[in-house]
């Protein structure tokens, strides 16, 4: 392979610069951000042989980058006539023998293709036959300079070349960037110019929120406002047409002819219609019961509202009350019938029968082997009846066993202090505390703080699943007493205890509780 040496005339401000220009159409609207690009020159040694005493060896090729250079714009999307600012920059690389990790033979083909001294470097930046930034130095070197773009729209690039050493160690790029029209003109073919504007009329549309021409009329957006009844709306004209008169829209009215009932035993017939937004009262019409229902009218729609309905009990006649816990049980499982009256005298039909104990609070325990409905029916003196009541217990139902932790936090507190219960439980239907607390309790978890204990208390809850199966937890929280550094008021705080003449010795503070004694030193 033959080699030729560059000579130091040739070494200087020479370029090879490849001037592009390309035009077209562009979408004004893309966000102008800055744009750059890099690009080097490098150059391959190819692989030789060399001997060393007895040894041969093959050297692999090598690249080695000799310049990098840089160009940039401030944005990437320019309006007509705005002046753009171009900065080209260029670094030298590898040269003279700062090859590190490169044997002697390659240092001395490096310096003898490029010389050991600092290279002379360039670069450029061309917009068509225009030099728009250029600069060139021994080492390095950097250029920032304006250009107005004066150009239709379109998509540009700048052509950009960069040498080393000499015309022969040139590499070219291109920088792209986009010239528009500023917002709300278009080209004409020589300038960009406003849009003539074409005078439009508007009319209102035949529903709410529309136009058929022209435009909605309204600061920030459309003016469309909705009541209950119906709509109103605005449509303006467009590039200087004239307004139209305000629009409006009924919504559609409700209409009803027939029977409505609502539970346990109200109903009425009714008719008639209403507008939207309006709402009426049904009021009930069946013996024995008294109530109301109301309903509103939307947009041809009826909701149904709030309502009422109630037996219209006998003034004279005996109350009653009569459940089942619990309602579900597996078999050979037992519920519990639970009935209260002031009534005279009582019958059990369905799945009892016979005369039951009239009171308060009276139960009787069943055990159906199939699922089964127990009535009562109770009368007062003067042959009034309550009306029957109905209790069913389902037979047959698998229930998981309920499980529950309950704690206290903390367990052990001062006198006076407070503590917090927590629980939870899994396959339970309900909670009951006693104890030193009471009530149903929250499942299937819950929290309790209990205040100003001045005195161990014990807690109990009990919660169970739906056929009965039950279980129970019991904490207690203690209060601890605390020794005054005074020996009298520790005997008042240590119940029981005796304290001898030197009792003087009794400093700090001491936990203790009803069973503690200090011992004499």
Known sequence: MSFIKISSSVIAKSFLLVFLLSSGFFLSGAKAEASSTM???????????????????????????????????????????????????????????????????????????????????????????????????????????????????????????GCYNSANGCAPSSLPFSVVCPGGTSWDGSNCVVPALVPVNAVCGTTHYSCTAGR???????????????????????????????????????????????????????????????????????????????????????????????????????TLTFTANPTSIATGGSSTLTWSTNAA???ATGGWTGWKTVGNNISAVVSPVATATYTLECWNSSGVSSGQRNATVTVGVVASAPTLTFIASPSAVSSSGGSTLNWSTTNAVSCTASGDWSGAKAVPSGAETQLNITADKTYTLECQNSVGTKVSKTVTIAVTLVCNPDCSEAKNHCSGTSYPAGCGVCTGTRLCDYNWKEVAP
């Open 39 to 161: 690009w080097k020159y490098s150059y391959t040694f190819p692989g030789y042989w060399t001997s060393m005493e007895t040894y041969d060896f093959y050297t692999q090729p090598r690249t080695a980058v000799l310049a990098t250079f840089f160009a940039s714009t401030n944005k990437s999307i320019y309006t007509v006539g705005e002046t753009a600012s171009v900065t080209v920059s260029v670094a030298a690389g590898d040269q003279g023998n700062s090859f590190n990790g490169w044997d002697p033979i390659m240092n001395g083909l490096l310096n003898f293709f490029f010389g050991s001294s600092t290279p002379y470097v360039g670069v450029a930046a061309y917009f068509g036959p225009y030099q728009v930034a250029q600069c060139d130095a021994a080492g390095s070197c950097s250029s920032t300079q304006s250009i107005v773009v004066a150009v239709p729209p379109g998509n540009y690039s700048l052509s950009l070349g």
């Open 345 to 347: 005298s009582c019958w």
């Open 216 to 318: 909605h009329v309204a600061t920030g957006g459309v003016n469309q406002v909705e009541s209950a009844s119906g709509y109103t709306w605005h449509c303006g004209g467009s590039n200087g047409g004239s307004d139209a008169t305000n629009c409006s829209e009924q919504k559609a009215p409700c209409s009803f002819s027939g029977y409505v009932s609502w539970p346990p035993g109200c109903g009425a017939n009714a008719s008639g219609s209403l507008p939207s937004g309006a709402s009426t009262t049904v009021t009930n019409t069946n013996a024995g019961y008294s109530g109301s229902k109301n309903y509103s009218c939307s947009n041809g729609t009826w909701i149904a509202g709030s309502e009422s309905c109630s037996p219209v009990a006998d003034p004279v006649a005996p």
